[in-house]
């Protein structure tokens, strides 16, 4: 039985596509940080966690209320789990402002689900408390459990979110009202498409308004004035460019069978070949009983059965100037399977004759 395999076609029309600068590329200095966090979640049903780390911070929590347990008693919190805290601070978030927090057990907790965290702070990479986190936690697995013991669970059950579970407390520092200029970035660096960002800004803003400084940043004189800034950012943001085209690529993920090819692949003249062999071995276990009543053991002797089939598959000749077309019909033809198409690239790259970044995944 042949495998379906799928071809993905990448820009296969000419026609080329404008799009906006604020989908082409970023603002250097905006941009967002990242938030980590430990705490408590408590309230659970007996789905908590039993580490070391869990009952000395609940100790120490209770201790911050006036509350001390002996030592050697065990305060026995199976509704107590601990948890690391992690969000994402959007730029220019003001203090007051809420964001979202997601919240995943650090211990052996089973579920989180019904539990609510007690408040802790969130820092930021250089250690200063940018959040505070509190808020019941939302968990979107679930699990049932019989009598027998048998059991089912629906996706993760040991982490969940919580919406505007944060509330920040301090901002971060940002250079987009700063000096002369503002620096886009491209989200995928292109000498072309750099070049054509920086001649629709200098068209619309005059020469020497904006220039590329590399395939990725391209520098552009803007006002000092922070409102100005920000209504000269608006009209910039929203200028179509046509990105510069790619370079041929073929991309291949060897765990799913997935092949892409991009536009302007081309393959030299070669002459392929693909041929299929089969080899099925059975097993088969036969009993050998000793005639009549004579002296002798009943065995089991194995016996194999090996049968090989090889298929006659076509050869194919490509000729120059070999399109991308041309390449998915003969592949088709082929008949190849995810696999066999995966060996019949590499031996295309190997030999020289596939003009294309092989990439795989």
Known sequence: MKKLLFIMLIGLSNLAVADRIKDLASVQGVRSNELIGYGLVVGLDGTGDNADFTEQTFRNMMEQFGITIPEGEDPDIDNVAAVSIHATLPAFAKPGQQIDITVSSLGNADSLRGGSLLLAPLRGADGNIYALAQGSVIVSGFGAEGEDGSSIKVNIQSAGRIPNGATVERSVPTSFSQGDHLTFNLHRADFTTAKRMAETITDLLGPDSAYALDATSIRVTAPRDANQRVSFLSVLENLEVTPGEESAKVIINSRTGTIVVGQHVAIDPVAITHGDLTVTIDNNLEVNQPEGFTAGETVVVPDAEIDI?????????????????????????????????????????????????????
Do not use: H, R, Y
């Not at 592949?331 to 066999?340: C, F, K, L, Q, T």
């Open 309 to 361: 089939e090889e298929e006659d598959q076509p050869m194919f000749l490509f000729g120059p100037a070999v399109t991308l077309n041309d390449i998915v019909n003969a592949v088709n033809e082929v008949g190849a399977a995810p696999g066999d198409l995966m060996a019949i690239l590499e031996a295309l790259k190997s030999a020289g004759a596939l003009k294309a970044e092989l990439i795989i995944i």
